[in-house]
């Protein structure tokens, strides 16, 4: 991998955590690594639902991508990268023995020379690396 796309993956994790924070989530950890790998974003949220409050924890994963017609960074997420996230997530929940609502989500982050889009996918896909 190239110095030049490391730059713009590190850059697109730190709009990520700052978007996901102006949406209500706080940032729990950023680059979690173990054996298996790593999550780019992990996020707390605590929600009132029907006057209970509910903590949700969403692993994100962050794409980003210089801007090219019909391809957009989400795309790369494939069956096995939801997988490894899965088998990853499992990892997280027993060493943290995470008692809460976890979900993954996808945030990409889209470049056009110095501009870009950024877009969250809550809830992207489930427990077994299905599509939501």
């Known amino acids: 991998m190239t110095q030049q796309r490391i730059d713009l993956g590190k850059k697109s994790e730190s709009i990520a955590a700052d978007f996901l924070e102006k949406q209500g989530w706080s940032i729990l950890e ?45 795309h790369q997420m494939t069956l096995g990268k939801r997988r490894r996230l899965v088998r990853l997530a499992k990892s997280y929940i027993r060493a943290r023995r995470v008692r809460a609502r976890v979900r993954f989500d996808v945030v990409a982050v889209e470049w056009n020379a110095e501009e870009y889009v950024v877009r969250h996918h809550e809830s992207a896909f489930d427990a077994n690396g299905h599509v939501t």
């Open 30 to 74: 950023r680059n979690y690594r173990c054996t298996l790998g790593e999550i780019d974003i992990i996020a707390e949220r605590i929600d009132e639902v029907a006057g209970a409050f509910r903590k949700t924890i969403a692993l994100v994963e962050v794409k980003s991508r210089r801007r090219r017609p019909g391809l957009r960074p989400e």
